[in-house]
């Protein structure tokens, strides 16, 4: 069928779903020319599975286990079960939360890489069986899926391969060295049947089938599953363990049928954790092997589907991409004073360009000790899923004229057109204002082909250009400022084959007070201005600042309370010794963000004392500039700063540098000293691996400590690394 319509010299015809074609993965053949390879990629389309899960767009990803507790990015596997203390667990919280934020599916980290499990296996004590959660009677995993069942979400399983416990323990099974026999999955335990009697025989050591066991537990007890998450990231190894992936793969498609599995041939990371997606998002994607068959799955970076990259390629295939982010510094939850939460703008800013960039938005919120999302984090979201109803939820083109395959609601019908020939033009009753305007392409039946396109709107009897995108996929979100018109052309320039277009929508949003940064200069001058952020009102030459009134204020407070309309107005640049100041801006009716910063003591006299790369010397480390960074070379990875008069500390922050990821500090001890010769430890600190996120961490004593010198040392740097790096370090009064 497709290929009767790719012989059509000119056509816009309306198809539905029932007419799909196409392959999830094509390989390329030696004869094939590069018009071939792009006629390929432009049959390459998703499974059900996976298109089920494009729509899923918004997800929240939910951390949550003995890290909670001990305050650790990454836990060591020797935790004692008795630490997870947990008295209240309010799932329900957490899913009405993330409904309200318009979230589809909670994806839980069953078990991080510390071990520890969070419902109740049969094939391990360590974990909530061995806890004072509910007398060990306690299933987490249960009480979600309960939450998730009620509040309408789908459920996702994160269990990592990594596993510290498995490792560290005598009896571990990571590493074992045991031998590959045949073994039944799963293990019959006694007293403890499965309703599911569905069994496997796979060929594995003892930690594959440890993970197989699990697996069954988990995708046969706790309802359907829709995701499996498996973590690439791996503290530790032993024993050149390996994994049977195929074996797992082969397990979860016959028990969760409907079940993507990120990490391997079904969804990939997009390759940071800061909520970045590319300019050009492709689905499609190469392999130098057939990825069925393969057992791992390297991370993948750069660009993944340009022409260019095809043309290499001996094997096409679909694979969307997560974008995945916390709510919070780090992934687990730590403490509700320095532990930063971002803004509604910043989720919302990012929400637009993952889910408008052809990509899944799996954002993480962890639970508190309490067992909830703490207020501030669901104060965000509520605003950031009010903010996604307010824009999205209203289509401005509802009474609009034109191709009505792409106007209507109707998922499954779609135009098929020509490249710079076919146009569309949307004609209004009368005109709208907006800045916002989405696309989807057809990409259950035609797979990923748009290359450019182009949004032009009829203003002062002439057309004008609106904004313009590359790739489009599943769903673009073009920004722009506003534009108001009756009259809309929608252009696709460049794509593979015959572009298919399933949807076009326009919005309003309504422009907020900006998010505000603050920062202070080397001699304690503190400045708070507009966020300067790569969303660029460019299009119309104006800038962000343009788009709002002259009514705006920043106020802002340095006494912890948040600042109101009676707040000091912020006019020129203040003095400041030490500690927190919050700000927000106001516009006529309108509230922007809160911004917080803390500011450790003014470091103007200070001096510092290192060994050096010879480039990225000592005094980086405390010039009150970000920019710039120490790096110890291949010296000792250690700081010593002078304060030049006796202080009482009660902690400190570090700022790694942005984009420098040798000597990141992943686990480190802090010294103090009243002289300089003698020292005292004040303690070790863990800031888990920063490379995927380098965000300023800060870590707070156990008690004040007195002293004038301060020496940081380096014990683990993160990948390996041998020497220190710091960009900026605070020291907290
Ligand atoms: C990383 C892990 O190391 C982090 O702890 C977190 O789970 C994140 C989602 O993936 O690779």
């Known amino acids: 069928m497709i290929n009767k319509i790719l012989t059509c010299a000119f056509c816009v015809l309306i198809f539905t779903a029932a007419n799909a074609q196409g392959q999830r993965t094509i390989k390329i053949n030696s004869e094939d020319s590069h018009d071939d390879i792009i006629e390929k990629a432009a049959l390459v389309v998703p499974t059900a599975n996976q298109y089920a899960y494009k729509k899923l767009e918004f997800t929240c990803f939910v951390h949550f286990g003995v890290n909670t507790f001990t305050r650790k990015e990454w836990g060591d596997g020797f935790e004692d079960p008795k630490i997870f203390n947990l008295q209240n667990l309010d799932t329900d919280q957490w899913c009405r939360t993330a409904k309200e934020a318009g979230m589809k599916l909670v994806m839980f980290t069953a078990k991080h890489h510390d071990g520890f499990v969070l419902w109740q296996s049969r094939y391990t004590k360590h974990g909530v069986m061995s806890s004072p959660f509910k007398d060990g009677k306690g299933d987490v995993l249960k009480e979600l899926a309960a939450s998730c069942q009620k ?263 779609y135009v098929l057109g020509e490249n710079g020939k076919d146009t569309f033009i949307i004609t209004l009753p009368k005109t709208i204002t907006l800045n916002r305007f989405v696309l989807q392409e057809a990409i259950q039946t035609h797979g990923q082909r748009i290359e450019k396109h182009a949004l032009d709107a009829w203003v002062n009897d002439k057309w004008e250009h609106v904004a313009e995108g590359t790739t489009i996929g599943y769903k673009k979100i073009l920004r722009f400022a506003d534009v108001t018109a009756n009259k809309l052309r929608v252009r696709i320039l460049k794509s593979r084959s015959k572009f298919s277009l399933s949807k076009v929508s326009a919005h309003y949003y309504t422009p907020r007070p900006p998010q505000l940064s603050i920062n202070r200069n080397l001699n304690g001058q503190v400045t708070i201005a507009p966020k300067k952020s790569d969303f660029g009102w460019k299009l119309h030459g104006e800038g962000f600042q343009k788009d709002l009134s002259n009514d705006l204020e920043i106020r802002y407070t340095t006494d912890g309370t948040v600042p109101n309309k009676n707040s000091k107005i912020f006019t020129n640049s203040f003095f400041l010794k030490s500690g927190g100041v919050k700000a927000i801006a106001f516009e006529k009716e309108q509230t922007g963000s809160l911004s917080e910063r803390e500011f450790g003591l003014v470091k103007k006299n200070w001096t510092v004392k290192g060994t050096t790369d010879n480039k990225n010397k000592p005094e980086n480390a405390i010039d009150a500039d970000e920019k710039t960074y120490w790096n110890s070379g291949n010296g000792v990875p250690e700081l010593t700063i002078d304060l030049k008069e006796t202080k009482s500390i009660r902690g400190f922050i570090y700022t790694p540098p942005l984009n420098f990821k040798e000597g990141l500090i992943e686990k480190g001890i802090i010294k103090v000293s009243k002289n300089g010769e003698s020292w005292k430890t004040v303690q070790t600190f863990d800031l888990g691996n920063l490379i995927n996120d380098p965000t300023a961490r800060t870590i707070q004593f156990t008690k004040k400590v007195k002293g004038q010198y301060i020496r940081i040392e380096a014990i683990i740097g993160a990948g390996g690394s041998t020497s220190a790096t710091i960009a900026e370090i605070d020291i907290l009064e």
């Open 151 to 413: 509040y309408g979400l789908k459920l996702g399983v994160y269990l990592s391969p990594a596993d510290l416990y498995q490792i560290e323990n005598k009896e571990g099974l990571y590493g074992n060295l045991s031998e590959y026999t045949e073994r039944v999955i799963p293990r019959p335990i006694e007293g403890r049947p499965f309703a599911n009697k569905t069994s496997f025989k796979f060929k594995v050591d003892d930690y594959n089938e440890y993970v197989l066991n699990q697996l069954f537990e988990l995708l046969t007890e706790y309802g359907p599953i829709h995701e499996v998450w498996f973590d690439g990231a791996h503290p530790k190894r032993k024993g050149d363990q390996q994994y049977n992936y195929l074996a797992w793969k082969k397990l979860i498609q016959t028990l969760a049928p409907e079940a993507v599995i990120f990490g391997k041939e079904d969804v990939r990371w997009c390759g940071n954790e800061s909520g970045a997606t590319r300019e050009s998002e492709w689905d499609v994607v190469t392999f130098d092997e057939d990825p069925h068959q393969m057992n791992l799955f390297p991370d993948m970076h750069g660009d993944l589907g340009s022409r260019e990259k095809l043309f290499d390629a001996k094997y096409l295939h679909y694979l969307p991409a997560e974008t995945d982010t916390s709510i919070r510094e780090g992934w687990f939850y730590r403490d509700e004073t320095d532990q930063k939460v971002r803004s509604a703008d910043d989720v919302f800013d990012i929400y637009e360009r993952s889910v408008g960039g052809n990509a899944t938005f799996l954002l993480n919120i962890p639970p508190n000790r309490e067992g909830k999302f703490s207020d501030e984090d669901v104060s965000v979201l509520k605003e950031v899923g009010k903010r996604i109803r307010e824009t999205y939820g209203n289509d401005l083109l509802k009474n609009a004229k034109g191709e009505s395959a792409i106007l209507d609601a109707n998922e499954d019908s």
